[in-house]
């Protein structure tokens, strides 16, 4: 077995979750290698906890979906929230040979089967211990535009990385951003304003999701106010997309174009929150600094923003309830056309770099220096 697999294992379980002796914990395991659901199963056995595993496959998904049968995964939803509701941990690996395996699912089945599946997300997300990561691929080394071996090398040592030395500054951003009431974010064809004051925000170090590096908050849902156009690629439910552009008032998008126009309405057209965001959060993993079209990677980029139509997280609520939570990242640094954030009109990030004395200790050179 390669020994990159047991110790990546080992950060799943005993860093990302913190496994504890006779705690249950599911093991999603989405076409990824036989011998790295062993690595799982027996890190997990050597903490004294139990584990159960799924076994899943994105074309069998597909074909499920694509002929949605009428009530399918509403009586689905019931024998997995239940299972759900039994665990007190959640793993999640997920492989994929065709990140573009759902285009050609009708958009209105994978609506509705979000929407009946929403109850065991929920739970998962708000009640269990979780950690989600993808696995390296041939198609994700296409996506990076590495070759295979070398994207393999690029993904461990990302995926094992030391997230402790993250620590110290972004518990430093988690404690500015809860007091912080009005952001103004600045760049290319974006001018944003909108208020966090009392939301709250969470800093994320690698025991959600792997790899990590971003303190997240939520805009006051009714603030938001402005445009922003997206310089990172983003793929949504099996669907590609490019510069996405979207205008807000009081809070709600009014106007959303990219190259896929149509598909992009569509999406955001799922429910009543997903018009409206649920995320606002900074990235500065100082190992990731391009886009992959993968987004557990893309939002963590150094020098990063996301901003999220739909579904608020419970730890920095606004109260925006969605099927939709879709991570869409402008990436600030001189390569890309730089940018500037602002909180309560003091200017925190310029070009990707922190520029507080107290945060700089989250940018790259320092990060990778210690």
Known sequence: MDPRYKKLADVLTQFSTQLKKG??????????????????????????????????????SRELIHN??????????????EKMQSMDAYIAIRGSDNIF??????????VHASRAMKSVLDHRVNKTKWVILRWPTASMAQQAMLGTEEFEDFFFNVCTQDFS????????LEAL???????????PNTDLRFSIKDIGAVACGGHKNIPDGEVFSCPVKESVEGSIVFNAPTIYRGISFDNISLKFKRGKIIEATGSNTEALNEILDS?????????????????????MRD???????????????????EEADNGNR????????????ADYGGGSIYFDEVLIRKDGLFVVEELMCLNPQELLAN
């Open 101 to 110: 395996e759902m285009s050609d699912v009708p958009s209105e089945n994978l």
């Open 322 to 333: 969605s099927q939709v939570h879709w991570d869409m990242v402008q990436i600030q640094t």
């Open 68 to 81: 949605l049968d009428q009530g399918q995964f509403e009586a689905q939803a019931i024998w997995e929230y």
């Open 177 to 187: 951003m809860k007091k912080t009431d009005q952001v103004r974010i600045e760049g």
């Open 271 to 291: 429910d009543a929150g997903a018009r409206f965001i649920g995320e606002f959060a900074i990235g500065f993993n100082p190992l990731i600094v391009k886009p």
């Open 295 to 313: 987004i557990l990677f893309d939002e963590k980029i150094a020098g990063s923003f996301h901003f999220t139509p739909g579904q608020a997280y």
């Open 165 to 172: 030395k993250m620590e110290q500054g972004m518990l430093r």
């Open 23 to 60: 705690e249950k914990v599911l093991i999603d395991a989405f076409d990824i290698p036989e011998n790295m659901v062993l690595a799982l199963v027996r890190s997990v056995r050597s903490l004294g906890a139990i584990p159960f595993v799924n076994l899943q496959s994105s074309r069998i």
